[in-house]
């Protein structure tokens, strides 16, 4: 849980800095609807289509790193972001699953994995301004 706030307050921080305070709290708003609206397909998802319950299928920390997401990039970068921590999940996932001892996908390990390497060589290297949208 702490690990959950300190990402949210850091990844906010990083956020507000590049940005104007209207710019930020719209991004965050968005980013937290297309949540909340990939939160209603996957609950109808597994409850009609795998008859499991949702937190049978995705875990709670996993949407805790969701909200991380959401609260740390301007709406275009989320959106590319995101979609591209779960490529790299799914093939992180395909290249360890003999070596994992769960046959689950480990969701939030996997991103935040995705996401240090991404600050990281952003930083070392300048690649790109994360914050224009």
């Known amino acids: 849980m702490y690990l ?8 906010g921080v990083l956020h507000y800095k590049n940005s104007l305070l209207e710019e930020f709290l719209i991004n965050v708003l968005l980013n937290v ?11 109808l998802y597994s409850t009609f289509i795998m008859k499991k319950k949702l937190l049978e299928t995705i875990g709670v920390g996993d949407f805790l790193m969701f ?11 989320f959106l590319v972001v995101f979609s591209t921590s ?8 395909l290249i360890l699953k ?16 995705f996401l240090s390497l991404l600050l990281l060589l952003n930083w070392l290297f300048n690649i790109v301004d994360l914050y224009v949208i």
């Open 4 to 11: 959950f706030l300190l990402g949210v307050i850091l990844g």
């Open 33 to 43: 609807g297309f949540i909340t609206v990939l939160t209603v397909v996957l609950f």
């Open 67 to 77: 909200i991380v997401f959401a609260c740390s990039f301007p709406i275009g970068t």
């Open 86 to 93: 779960l490529i790299f999940s799914l093939l992180l996932f």
């Open 98 to 113: 003999n070596q994992l001892h769960y046959k689950t996908v480990p969701l939030a390990g996997f991103q935040s994995l």
